[in-house]
């Protein structure tokens, strides 16, 4: 158990649609991250944000945005769906910013029609 | 991108042999990281070594890094049927000052028959 927890576990969407992802961390952790993980890839970081504020980004279009809230849960917001946003997205979280040990989510797998 | 390649893409083994898998990078880095994953679904941390470290155990796990080669290797000894999933290296750039997240490789698949 990683005390990280996301919803929904299945997603199906329409292209164009949007979604919102949603994930809660273990309390103290502020620091929370995205990735987006591919059938038969790695996971891509998405972006991070700390105390609320995004302070770093991976090579995602702006479609892709989040937020954080207070109560350590996040969200991850994807506008104007494609087919190749269908992925696993993965809910990191650790206690500060460096990148020592990431405690990940079970994820919430997207799948674009 | 993807900044770490593993190597075997897929690996089978006995249980009870020693599974190794390989990860190379490519820009210097703080730490490298190992993580497990169970049918695609969310990721386990299993072991980090720092740049400035050479090899590392952590029970039935040795990891190596040789920075000037800029790769790592992970070894599980005694395999076990559990042991099954895939396995990811993930690498913290010194550039990218804490704010630009892990760079995953693409992962061994490692099947333990019984």
């Known amino acids: 158990e990683t005390g990280v927890t996301q919803s929904p576990t299945h997603l199906i969407k329409t292209r164009g649609q949007q979604v919102t992802l949603r994930c809660s961390s273990q309390?103290?952790?502020?620091?929370v991250s995205w990735y987006q993980q591919a059938l038969g890839q790695g996971p891509q970081f998405i972006f991070q944000y700390y105390r609320e504020e995004e302070n770093g980004r991976g090579n995602f279009p702006p479609r892709f945005s989040g937020l954080q809230f207070p109560n350590y849960s996040s969200e991850l917001n994807v506008n104007a769906l494609e087919l190749d946003d269908s992925a696993l997205y993965l809910c990191?979280?650790?206690?500060?910013?460096?990148?020592?040990?990431?405690?990940f989510g079970s994820g919430t797998q997207l799948s674009v029609l | 991108s993807q900044q770490g390649e593993e190597d075997p893409q897929a690996l089978s083994i006995q249980e009870g042999e020693n599974a190794t898998m390989n990860c190379s990078y490519k820009?210097?880095?703080?730490?490298l990281q190992w993580y497990r994953q169970n049918s695609g679904r969310g990721l386990v941390h299993l072991i980090l070594?720092?740049?400035?470290?050479r090899e590392k155990h952590s029970g039935r796990l040795r990891v190596t890094l040789d920075t000037s080669k800029k790769s790592s290797s992970l070894l599980i000894t005694a395999s076990r049927a559990a042991d099954t999933a895939s396995y990811f290296c993930a690498t913290d750039s010194r550039a990218g000052g804490g704010a630009d997240g892990l760079t995953f490789g693409k992962g061994t698949h490692l099947i333990i028959q019984p």
């Open positions: 990191a979280s650790r206690p500060d910013r460096t990148h020592e040990k990431l405690f």
């Open positions: 309390s103290g952790h502020n620091t």
């Open positions: 820009t210097s880095i703080n730490n």
């Open positions: 070594i720092r740049s400035n470290e």
